[in-house]
Every structure is written in C-alpha cells, then in structure tokens.
C-alpha cells in the first residue's frame, strides 16, 4: 500500500499535470475564454485532487483485502480508470453546467469530452506513476498501521 505521502504526491502531480494539458485545450474546443476554463479547470482539479485521493485508497484498499497486494494487471487499470472517471463524472456534472450557465445535457456532453481525455490520461499517468514510484506490495497489519 501506498503512503499518505505518496498518495498526496501522487493526487498533486496528477492534477497539477491534466490542468497544464486540460485548461487550454477545453478553452480551444469549446471556444471558452481561458479564464472560464482556468477558473473551472481549477475547481475541478480541486475537486478531482480529493476524489483521486479517497479513491485510490479505496480502490487500493479493495484490491489488498481481495487479492493481497495492490499491483494492478492492465484489465485493473482499465476497471481503476473507467470507475474512476465515472464517478467523478456524476460529482462535476453540476459544477460544469452551473459554472458554464449550460443545461445538464449540454455538461453531460462536455463532461463526456473530458471524462474520455482524463480516462486515457489516468491510465497513462497511474502506470507510469507505478514505474516511476513502484507500491509497496507487503500487506502485513502492523506495516500498514504505522502509515
């Protein structure tokens, strides 16, 4: 399992990241002004930091208690990809059609455009976060406790 230090980083570097990809490009695609999309992309990353955070826990914790560690196979990162874009798809839907002045629809298929570039961009990203800071498989009680 993971730190709550490397879960942070892990959270931060994620979101820090898709901001830098995601503000310009959803400003060119739906020909929104850059501050609207920064000011939006920021309550979103804000949002999606905390969810990244209590989801992979969750998802690490599930996958530790049933398979006794917590490296993932691809079919895994592509079930950990899709649950979570999914998820956070229903928590922003509101947030995008409020903050754009936009019916849900109209949000539902914005939010459809970025759930499919964050799904990719989740899956490239948690792989290659894997490599780079590889998860303490070792599921001992007494280890896990102490973090």
Known sequence: MRTTKDR???ALSFEIIGLVIVTPLFAWL??????????LALMGATAATAWNYLFNWGFDTLLDR???????????????????ELTLLVI??????WWLGITLLEAFYIDIAFAAFYMAYAFVFTWGYDAVFPPDSTSDASTQATR
């Open 30 to 39: 739906f020909s929104r002004p850059m501050d609207q999309t920064g000011i």
């Open 8 to 10: 942070i980083r892990q």
């Open 66 to 84: 049933f398979r006794g560690d917590v490296n993932k196979t691809f079919a895994l990162r592509i079930v950990h990809a899709i649950a979570f």
């Open 92 to 97: 922003l839907l509101p947030l995008f059609a």
